[in-house]
């Protein structure tokens, strides 16, 4: 019913950028909240962004307010995240995510719909 891929993740020093993508398919993908959560080792899983079915409204943790950025191609059934300004502590293991529900509400209640993940490491 519901898939979600990401890609983009890898490699990076500090300081650098990375693209991630997460392409979407199930029914009504315009309908769903979009986000972006992450994972450190043994870490819980933490929110990063979030954007509305329409794309007119995002949030961001405080982390990597200035930093990150969410958008998404409902065209494409796809959803970004353009990291910029790279940090060690942003290493972890990023997951695309999303729920019917709200992008505000995505930033405390976990999504019901999660991706595989896709692996970050900045290098100091």
């Known amino acids: 019913q519901v898939q979600l891929v990401e890609s983009g993740g890898g490699l990076v020093q500090a300081g650098g950028s990375l693209r991630l993508s997460c392409a979407a398919s199930g029914r009504t993908f315009s309908n769903y909240a979009m986000g972006w959560f992450r994972q450190a080792p043994g870490k819980e899983h933490e929110f990063v962004a979030s954007v509305s079915w329409s794309g007119g409204s995002t949030y961001y943790a405080d982390s990597v307010k200035g930093r990150f950025t969410i958008s998404r191609d409902n065209a494409k059934n796809t959803v970004y995240l353009q990291m910029n300004s790279l940090e060690p502590e942003d290493t972890a293991v990023y997951y695309c995510?999303?729920?019917?529900?709200?992008?505000?509400?995505?930033?405390?209640?976990?999504?019901?719909?999660w991706g595989q993940g896709t692996q970050v490491t900045v290098s100091s």
């Open positions: 995510a999303r729920d019917l529900y709200t992008a505000q509400a995505m930033r405390v209640i976990l999504p019901k719909y």
